[in-house]
């Protein structure tokens, strides 16, 4: 089977997705919070690893034409523009701007996975965009990873009933018997889900997490399917819309 599933960023050899349409996929919130932005105008996000590196990128960048945002363990990073939350990322904020950003595990996940031929960000809100990439890909032959970014190296449900709900559109019921067993249990995963995937997110530890801390909103604005028609694309290390 030409497309795979990687639950955890830990479970990545980046070599082994070299020649790869890779999918990095953090629904809470990374991946949903870059849609967004390069939705609502932004003009590049640049990933980071960590908070350091995100502030000596951020300092080589126009202020005025910038914007730097991130999270560590769900929480706003003190003396960022921006945390983590799509709500922070509308076109009052970002419109013409670049952004550059740190997460506990999404920014983390695209550095794991760059050696990919081609490396999108994909989540719920724009799951058509993804899976249509996912297919060009497929109808060329060429092999399709979509990995997990999970949380501090565990798997996170969220990210694996996203991976679900791409298999289900990208393949034919009959091939899901051939895939392999993170991929299949993706697959199930959303198959039992899929008529109320919001219900399916708020059950998580994630979830519970955003609750605790007050941002308990950005829940629906992730689980939100095809909302947005924006294909994030990395290359060089900046994340554009294609």
Not at 90 to 98: M, N
Not at 150 to 155: D, L
Not at 173 to 179: D, T, V, Y
Not at 222 to 237: F, I, K
Request: net charge negative; glycine share 10%.
């Amino acid at each position: 089977m030409l497309l795979d599933v990687v639950l955890s960023p830990t479970a990545l050899d980046p070599d082994e997705v070299k020649g790869h349409r890779v999918v990095v996929v953090d629904v809470l919130r990374a991946s949903t919070t870059i849609a967004t932005a390069l939705a609502n105008g932004a003009r590049a996000i640049i990933p980071a690893t960590d908070t350091g590196e995100a502030g000596r990128l951020a300092a080589t960048l126009d202020s005025n034409a910038s914007l730097l945002g991130g999270e560590r363990d769900g929480k706003p990073v003190e003396g960022f523009g921006a945390g983590n939350s799509p709500a922070e990322y509308g076109p009052e904020a970002v419109d013409g701007k670049t952004v550059v950003l740190t997460t506990t595990n999404g920014t983390r996940a695209l550095s794991r996975a760059k050696k990919g031929a081609q490396v999108a960000v994909g989540t719920f809100v724009n799951a058509q965009a993804v899976a249509d990439f996912l297919r060009e890909g497929l109808d060329e032959d060429q092999p399709g990873t979509i990995v997990c970014a999970g949380w501090h190296g565990r798997v996170s449900l969220e990210d694996a009933l996203c991976a679900g709900l791409l298999l289900d559109r990208v393949l034919r019921p009959e091939q899901a018997g051939a895939l392999a067993d993170p991929a299949k249990i993706a697959y199930a995963l959303y198959q039992g889900s899929r008529n109320d995937i919001e219900r399916a997110i708020r059950g998580t530890e994630h979830a519970r997490r955003l609750h605790a801390l007050g941002l308990g909103d950005d829940i629906a604005r992730c689980a939100a399917v095809d909302t947005l028609d924006v294909l994030p694309v990395q290359n060089d290390g900046r994340i554009t819309a294609a």
